[in-house]
């Protein structure tokens, strides 16, 4: 199994159990556990009672205000994990959204600018659409096209235009992020393909057969969140 799997595997897994922890001891659940008695007491007394009994509007405030204890302590899981668990997702954004361009591998390139010249690369380190040199003449916004990484190392992109030269520097093999290559004023955007963690025997609504890091992520930790919590729960060590 490939590393990064494994990584997106273990972090979801991570951020699931935690914030059960987090509610296990961060909460007063002896207060909840009074709150949710007490509103239902109070509940059953004003079943029934018409909205004009002298004692509705009373017994309705306490109700409201025991709801009030049990929504104060459960929101104290959301403040601790809010910006931490943001921090892991923005960071897992960044690193798992692509795999990393392995030679052969077609993956997307898409010109924007006014390309008027022929690209090439040096030592033929990369091919657009099966060819080692492409001539493009567009004043377009963008063309796309696919792309192939076929040697590793620092590959060398020219673009001869109107009698000039004009080359750019760059590492495409082993790269998991867009990348924008400078040429002139034309550039060349090379988007890898997205990263999958495991490729599904069925289809599944908005997601398909295919789970990406963020669809793993979601399924993996709400999976880790309600287990541990059925597990917590059912020792009655959470309210």
Same mark, same amino acid.
């Given at each position: 199994?490939?590393?990064?799997?494994?990584?997106?595997?273990?972090?979801?897994? /991570?951020?699931?159990?935690?914030?059960?922890?987090?509610?296990?001891?961060?909460?007063? &659940?002896?207060?909840?556990?009074?709150?949710?008695?007490?509103?239902?007491?109070?509940?059953?007394?004003?079943?029934?009672?018409?909205?004009? &009994?002298?004692?509705?509007?009373?017994?309705?405030?306490?109700?409201?205000?025991?709801?009030?204890?049990?929504?104060?302590?459960?929101?104290?899981?959301?403040?601790?994990?809010?910006?931490?668990?943001?921090?892991? =997702?923005?960071?897992?954004?960044?690193?798992?959204?692509?795999?990393?361009?392995?030679?052969?591998?077609?993956?997307? /390139?898409?010109?924007?600018?006014?390309?008027?010249?022929?690209? *090439?690369?040096?030592?033929?380190?990369?091919? *657009?659409?099966? &060819?080692?040199?492409? %001539?493009?003449? %567009?004043?377009?916004?963008?063309?796309?096209?696919?792309?192939?990484?076929?040697?590793?190392?620092?590959?060398?992109?020219?673009? %001869?235009?109107?009698?000039?030269?004009?080359?750019?520097? =760059?590492?495409?093999?082993?790269? +998991?992020?867009?990348?924008?290559?400078?040429?002139?004023?034309?550039?060349?955007?090379?988007?890898?393909?997205?990263?999958?963690? /495991?490729?599904?025997? *069925? +289809?599944?609504?908005?997601?398909?057969?295919?789970?990406?890091?963020?669809?793993?992520?979601?399924?993996?930790?709400?999976?880790?969140?309600?287990?541990?919590?059925?597990?917590?729960? &059912?020792?009655?060590?959470? /309210?």
């Amino acid at each position: 199994m490939d590393i990064n799997v494994i990584a997106v595997i273990l972090i979801s897994i /991570a951020v699931g159990a935690s914030g059960q922890l987090v509610y296990l001891f961060m909460v007063d &659940h002896e207060t909840i556990r009074a709150s949710k008695v007490k509103m239902k007491e109070l509940q059953q007394k004003i079943k029934g009672m018409k909205p004009d &009994h002298p004692e509705f509007k009373p017994t309705y405030s306490q109700i409201m205000a025991e709801n009030s204890k049990v929504m104060k302590q459960s929101m104290k899981p959301t403040f601790i994990t809010f910006v931490p668990f943001l921090i892991i =997702f923005l960071l897992m954004s960044s690193y798992f959204s692509y795999a990393p361009v392995a030679i052969g591998s077609p993956i997307s /390139a898409t010109f924007s600018g006014n390309i008027n010249g022929t690209l *090439f690369s040096a030592n033929n380190c990369i091919t *657009f659409n099966g &060819h080692n040199n492409i %001539s493009i003449f %567009s004043n377009d916004t963008s063309i796309s096209m696919k792309a192939n990484a076929t040697k590793s190392g620092t590959c060398i992109l020219f673009l %001869s235009t109107q009698g000039k030269v004009y080359n750019s520097s =760059f590492s495409l093999v082993g790269n +998991s992020k867009v990348q924008t290559v400078s040429l002139n004023s034309s550039k060349v955007e090379f988007t890898p393909n997205t990263f999958i963690v /495991a490729n599904l025997p *069925f +289809s599944l609504p908005l997601i398909g057969s295919q789970l990406n890091w963020y669809w793993a992520y979601l399924i993996i930790t709400f999976i880790t969140s309600i287990t541990l919590n059925r597990v917590l729960a &059912h020792f009655k060590l959470i /309210a």
